[in-house]
């Protein structure tokens, strides 16, 4: 990360620097496991300089996280056109990039710790939760959720964020399997929530009749008609 030789810097490309290395580093250790000293060192510059821009570790964490929170939300973006399904599928793979990508402090900054304690970094963390709320609910065309449907998507998010976080020890399920599967979730809870409400049931009928027959809504389909027993003939 040093490149070899020192140059000059006007004070916002030197921040920038900063947050970049800080965040390439937190990316692969927890944040309470890199020093000041370690942040100087690959950034090519004296400890002092660096408190120089930042008053300190934590100031210099919550500007990572933000630079982070950016990026992930950046993710979430999808073209609201063609099957849902496929469209989910997409905004899941993203979503794992950016946690392969950064795991340490992904796994650091949803789990809370002693870096992490601020109120400034939790409100970036709900802000990327949101975030993520609000695109679920544009690609499926809800402007005004019923309680049923916010409980449905806030759900979806927290079991995204969770089942990210498991995945992080150890990686013992196939990545990819991973992702399809969450896009199953989302259409379990709202089948279920749809055994249970009208409005529910017409958002699932919208969902399944824009699946293709090779789209992962209709590859859940699928599977769950294969385990029903067949009657003797």
């Known amino acids: 990360m040093t490149s070899g030789m020192r140059r000059r810097m006007g004070?916002?490309?030197?921040?920038?620097?900063?947050?970049?290395?800080?965040?390439?580093?937190?990316?692969?250790?927890?944040?309470?496991?890199?020093?000041?000293?370690?942040?100087?060192e690959a950034a090519g510059i004296s400890r002092p300089l660096v408190y120089h821009y930042f008053p300190g570790k934590q100031s210099l964490y919550e500007a990572a996280v933000r630079r982070a929170a950016q990026e992930l939300e950046r993710r979430f973006?999808?073209?609201q056109e063609g099957p849902l399904g496929a469209?989910?599928?997409r905004?899941?793979?993203?979503?794992?990039?950016?946690?392969?990508?950064?795991?340490p402090g992904f796994s650091a900054l949803m789990r809370g710790g002693p870096a992490v304690g601020s109120s400034s970094t939790s409100a970036i963390i709900e802000r990327?939760?949101?975030?993520?709320?609000?695109?679920?609910?544009?690609?499926?065309?809800?402007?005004?959720p019923s309680p049923r449907v916010e409980l449905l998507v806030r759900s979806w998010v927290s079991h995204a964020e969770t089942t990210a976080l498991?995945?992080?020890?150890?990686?013992?399920?196939?990545?990819?399997e991973l992702e399809r599967q969450l896009v199953h979730d989302f259409a379990a809870l709202?089948?279920?929530?749809?055994?249970?409400?009208?409005?529910?049931?017409?958002?699932?009928?919208?969902m399944m009749a824009e699946e293709p027959p090779d789209?992962?809504?209709?590859?859940?389909?699928?599977?769950?008609?294969?385990?029903?027993?067949?009657?003797?003939?």
């Open 11 to 40: 004070v916002q490309e030197r921040r920038e620097q900063l947050i970049s290395v800080a965040l390439e580093l937190f990316s692969h250790r927890a944040p309470e496991d890199v020093s000041i000293d370690e942040i100087a």
């Open 77 to 79: 973006q999808e073209p």
């Open 87 to 89: 469209r989910l599928l």
């Open 91 to 103: 905004v899941t793979h993203r979503y794992f990039d950016f946690v392969d990508e950064h795991g």
């Open 128 to 144: 990327v939760r949101q975030e993520g709320y609000e695109q679920i609910l544009r690609h499926l065309g809800i402007a005004e």
């Open 166 to 176: 498991l995945w992080l020890d150890g990686r013992r399920v196939p990545r990819g």
């Open 190 to 206: 709202t089948a279920v929530s749809a055994a249970y409400d009208e409005d529910m049931a017409e958002l699932l009928r919208r």
């Open 215 to 233: 789209g992962p809504l209709a590859d859940l389909a699928a599977r769950l008609l294969g385990l029903i027993p067949q009657p003797a003939s």
